[in-house]
């Protein structure tokens, strides 16, 4: 039993017991029907409708439905239908109430077969634009997601397909990162992995249309950048849970949407064109997406829709980096380094995403959808690099600026592969209301891969000392100019000799082969029924995964025979935009000939079988949940409330890798050499947890809602952290600990939001999360491990207890309601504070990826076929990982503009141009504080012109 709280979690190690687990499901699956089938039948009369437009061209998500008099509400869906139950006969009043225009009053006669209403048009008023408002342009961004986020009975964050095209994204993280609280983690420039107030990425839940996703890296977090926006129709991040949703979510579950038929009206189509400039690679890159669907009427009310999207990118961009380490203090004070690395990258980036939907209304009681995303990413990447390793300190030298060192070994390496990852969801789903019930089931598949097939490192090496022949007694072998801390400079009389490519000895080449593939089976089932106080709901959902790391390598050392001399590109790194140069460098194809035919390396059998099987896991996870809440309606008050179990099985399997040298006594037989045992090792687990949770919404007015919420959640550890595992690169290692315990955590939410006008909300909220056994990743120099000492070791530990405090505040205001020219302005702000304390049972720090400040703000003008958006993205520093106190990894403030520039010069056709990073805002990585650099990259500014149909 967890001690820390046993009302609400449990845990035990042993084999596995899921067939005991499916037993438990099913019985409080059959228990939750039974109640629900006794439970009092309901005989009012139901009304349905369809919220749509006076062109009857798109249908409304979030608009909210009432009957006049009565506590009888209900949300329009995806699909802008609604259902109003428990609805006596006779003559009322439906009131539609969407952000962006006035109520929509119906009168409405409900005969004692109910009513069916069909489509019912808001919107429709001639006396102003408002069509035109709700339907295009930024006041569409904003009305639809004001309408979803308002609707809600929990905190939930929107983006709809027009927002998102309001901004320069490369794809889902880029565009989440426009969200209040939400910021991102960026790999090569380009949001990757999103942070929710501050939680690490691997707290969050990501589904695609409802069903899971699975991750092709070895980590819980999907790689959001493999997913590109214009295959989707909306995002959405909750951050408050209910017991009908997964509950491995401290930090906020995202919902992934693509495109459904049944969310228009008719044929709809989106076509782009464009071309991006990156400054720093100086090449166009071309980006092409197609989106469409349609509705076919079918004999009997019936129908069926069909949508589908694809997009294309082929995108170029090249990042300059230095990096350092092995930072000390000298006796006077002063910083110094003993490692650092200048580094160019050259990047080619292909994303190819699909979507393909399908949705047929089977009667007027059941619809079913069939929905699949699919994303290719394929990621090309060159890297040259020359590593000064340092030693021979002048310690008279050494000061806050520079240092002077006698003793340097120069290693000019590259770094030559393709890696491509995939991702696939498929969501088969149907809806069946019967009377009172709606009957929801669903079957989900998600798979994700990503494949390292043909990469090739090379490393070669040059030692220089004072007094060796090139350098002269007592002078230097080199100086560090530290001017500028994210920029050393390297500075020596020598430079002719550090730059002599026949001093250079191959010292080694690595290949590798790396396969990650995660696949997870989603079974669910849900049942609502409609009672005379709200609705009550059960469900049951089973989640089935296997996630499984190949890693083969090949490592080379050189004979001797070779040198950079025999393999020279001598400008092949001159785009390197930093002062320091990379040339010469070895000719990418002289190393692959050199890697093919063997010549002047010798294979290294021992590391390349040690290298090819500590990273190897095969993590299988079952998640079983059941969950039992009531909805509570009054005029003003919302209440749900409930409690969902989920049950989990674990099995961890892995390699026990350990070398023997020659000579050591095994089973009583003396080793003739060095010798790798490889030892497969594997562990069970299995543990409950109960998770309570009440959320509250409060109508103070039809303009000022209220919302608080508690609820627990539970996050497994990490895979990556957890499997075992021994990830090896550059003698530096990521370590598995399969010993770690599931973070779990109580998270509390109160808010308000006012929406004063037409199109505009001001909203503010608290958050408070308290978090046992957290998990924190210590970075660990020269570590053992069996025989073998790294020069850097990352494995994961649980900490004791963290708590989390926030406050959150959005700002957004159209101004339709000036006159002409100013009633196309739009501006939008939102700002979130955070800060944490979490105790590692060593010292107190802020958890990991935490930002302490976190804020955007824009300014749009909308009016006279002109579309203008000044974009502005702030995140505080954070600290990313643990290294020792004061030379803790953290990674730097971070402040981006964007700008859009869109002319629709017809009704259906529009040109656009984006300019991403303007400022040329870098990403700076320090050790403990800003002057010691560990990692600064520059990417340059993006600009993208095209051009843009639209039919619907």
Known sequence: MDTKNPACSSRQTGTSRTSAIYLRLVAIGLAGIAALTLSPSVYAQVVTGEVTDAKKTITFEGAIVSI???????RTNESGRFRLSNVPAGQHTLIVSYVGTPDTRISINVPESGLAMGEVVIGARTDTELEEVIVVGQSAAVAGALNQERSADNLVSVLDTDAMGQFPDQ?????????TGVSVENDQGEGRYVVIRGMDPDLNATSINGVR??????????????????????????????????????????NVRTLSAFRRKGAYIKARAEGSY???REEWSPKVSFAGSNIFEMDGDRRFGIAGAISYNDRSLQVDNNEADDWSEADNGADFMEEFEPRMYLVDRERIGGALNFD??????TTLHLYTLYSDFKDTEVRYATTYKLDGLDEGTVSNTSADYGEAELERTTKDRDQSADNLSISLGSETQLENWLIAANVGYSAASELTANEVESAWVAEFETDDGIIAAGQPVLSVNRANNQIPLIQSGYTASLNDASLFELDGMESKYEKNDDDQLTLQLDATRATEFGELKFGVKSRIREKTAQDNRGVFSGDGSLFLSDALDADGASAYGFPNTLNPVPNLASVRSIFASGTGLEFEAVDSEIDSNVGDFTYDEDVLAAYGMGKWDTDRLTIIAGVRVEWTDVDNRGNEVELIEEGEIVDGVPLAEDTVFITPVRQTDSYSDVLPSINLRFNFSEDLIGRASLHRAVVRPGVEFVAFRVAIEDNEAELGNPDLKPYRAWNADASISWYPTELSVLSGGIFYKEIEDFVFVQTLDDYAWQDRVFDEAVIAQNGDD????GVELTYQQHFGFLGAPFDGFLVAFNYTYVDSDADTGERKINLPKQSENIGSFLIGYDKYGLDLRLAIKYRDKYLDELVEPGLDRFTDEHLQW??????????NWLLYAEFANLGDEPEYYYAGKTSRMYQYDEFGTTSVVGIQYNFQ
């Open 360 to 365: 047929l209304d089977i009667s007027a009681s």
């Open 278 to 280: 990156n400054e720093y």
């Open 898 to 907: 964007d700008f859009t520039a869109k002319y629709r010069f017809s009704e």
């Open 213 to 254: 996703a699975t991750a092709a890296e070895p980590r819980r977090a999907l790689q959001l950048d493999i997913i590109p926006s214009d295959v989707l129709d909306g995002l959405e991040v909750n951050k408050t849970l209910t017991p009908d949703m997964d509950g491995d979510a401290i930090g906020g579950s995202i």
């Open 171 to 179: 794809n889902v993280a880029e565009a989440l990162r426009r969200l």
């Open 802 to 805: 963290a708590t989390v405090f």
């Open 68 to 74: 006049e008099g009565m506590r009888v509400t209900a």
